[in-house]
């Protein structure tokens, strides 16, 4: 029979401590309660809204995905050109 799974856990435990880890025990929102989903929901109801309104904003975030866009184009054009 194998190693008994307490101590194959443990094991793994120690090993990830020596490697300079420590367990974390995190608490996050449960994303399948309904009552979340619909706060949520009306959450991004009120940030589209409220982004719909402000053309600044809408004009920074065309701005600088155009950026992004041309960035990429150079870096695959550079690549590419490496390649051959």
Not at 27 to 36: S, V
């Amino acid at each position: 029979m194998g190693t008994p799974v307490n101590q194959r856990v443990q094991k793994r435990r120690d090993a990830m401590r020596a490697a300079g880890l420590r367990p974390v025990q995190l608490w996050l929102p449960d994303t399948r309660d309904p009552k979340f989903r619909k706060a949520m929901e009306e959450e991004g109801q009120r940030l589209a809204a409220a982004d719909a309104r402000d053309q600044d904003l809408q004009e920074f975030m065309d701005a600088v995905l155009s950026e992004a866009f041309t960035e990429l184009d150079d870096a695959e054009a550079k690549l590419k050109a490496r390649r051959k």
